[in-house]
């Protein structure tokens, strides 16, 4: 206790960090790293949307091009890294990492820039319980969700800045392809449905006429 006192350090403090224990969360992002590895090994000439794509598509752990990109850092795996961000696509136009660039290189950047925004967002303030980290995991599968599930979202979509409800709109999207999702916008009233609403697509927009 003296020594914290000298450190001016917190005795709740260092009890927590000697007792600290890793989210559920945190270890799924974990148990992924070596699964992309994996991945790339097998297929070598694949970027991070490549190794997304083939999670998607095969029976193992589903990974989003963004948690693929997070979590190939250049610190654990600068090799592997290089080669992800190298791999991505055949460009004419190269960037200041001398990676190269065209117009879908654009506008993969632009998605890549929304992701990167709305997840650090969900990290930070939507992560406090095995609920909302199921909810996020499934924005971080493929940005779709039920419409009960995106309810639960709106006090924080309403908490977030401009710029992140933006991010919020571009990555996230609403399935209403089941009978059972359709009942579920039935059931919609007041605010709930003015959110779901803005989150719909115009196809959707159109099947919503006639429920």
């Known amino acids: 206790m003296r020594i914290l006192s000298a450190l001016k350090i917190k005795p709740s403090t260092y009890y ?15 148990s992924l790293k070596p699964y ?21 598509q095969t ?7 963004y948690m693929t990109l997070k979590l190939i850092t250049k610190n ?14 055949q460009y004419m136009k190269y960037d200041t990492q001398n990676n190269i660039i065209d117009k879908t290189r ?16 969900l990290d930070a303030n939507f992560s406090n319980n095995d609920f909302q980290i199921s909810i996020t995991d499934q924005i971080e599968t493929d940005g779709k969700l039920t419409i009960n599930q995106a309810k639960c979202l709106r006090n924080f979509y309403n908490n977030l800045n401009p710029n992140e409800q933006s991010a919020f709109k571009h990555i996230v999207s609403i399935k ?36």
């Not at 654990?76 to 696509?89: A, K, V």
């Not at 059931?187 to 697509?201: E, P, R």
Request: net charge positive; aromatic share 16%.
């Open 76 to 89: 654990e795996f600068p090799s592997l890294y290089q080669n992800i961000i190298g791999n991505s696509d």
């Open 16 to 30: 927590n960090w000697r007792h600290w224990q890793p989210s559920r969360q945190e270890k799924r992002r974990e």
């Open 176 to 211: 209403l392809r089941k009978d059972f999702q359709k009942n579920q916008y039935a059931l919609l009233k007041g605010y709930d449905k003015d959110f779901i609403d803005m989150l719909l697509s115009s196809q959707q927009r159109k099947i919503v006429e006639f429920i």
């Open 59 to 65: 029976d193992g752990p589903k990974v989003s091009e």
């Open 36 to 56: 992309i590895l994996d991945v790339w090994k097998t297929f070598k000439f694949y970027g991070y949307r490549r190794i997304a794509a083939y999670s998607q």
């Open 106 to 121: 654009l506008e993969d950047d632009k998605h890549d820039y929304w992701v990167d925004i709305l997840f650090k967002s």
